[in-house]
């Protein structure tokens, strides 16, 4: 089993940014693809970056590329997600996730642990 804890969410104005991170304990964190995706309300959970073991790899979603940026510490077993230039449009329960597999596998349906989410607000 592995344990993911987020932290880092908030309320930002419009421009402004934020890291999120995850933390992750109860299995080699190096051995699991790690990313995040989020869910705004009303609508279904969507992903927005994700990025391989080592972390030489990252894949983002095209509505964030530019502004977010996805890296990961195998010493700390952590996650971040720094974004910047955040607008209203990205207002959502941010999940962090980790998948046993390769990160060209990784999806909503092979993500094998998730966290609580954490809340990302912007205002306009």
């Known amino acids: 089993q592995v344990q993911l804890v987020e932290s880092g969410g908030g309320l930002v104005q419009a421009g402004g940014s934020l890291r999120l991170s995850c933390a992750a304990s109860g299995q080699t964190f190096s051995s699991l693809s790690v990313g995040w995706l989020r869910q705004a309300p009303g609508k279904e959970r969507k992903f927005v970056a994700a990025?391989?073991?080592?972390?030489?790899?990252?894949y983002y979603a095209d509505v964030v590329k530019g502004r977010f940026t996805l890296s990961r510490d195998n010493t700390k077993n952590t996650l971040y997600l720094v974004m910047h230039n955040l607008q209203p449009d990205d207002t959502a329960v941010y999940y962090c996730?980790?998948?046993?597999?390769?990160?060209?596998?990784?999806?909503?349906?092979?993500?094998?642990?998730w966290g609580q989410g954490t809340q990302v607000s912007v205002s306009s």
């Open positions: 996730s980790a998948a046993r597999v390769q990160l060209n596998d990784f999806s909503a349906y092979t993500i094998d642990f």
């Open positions: 990025i391989g073991f080592v972390g030489t790899t990252i």
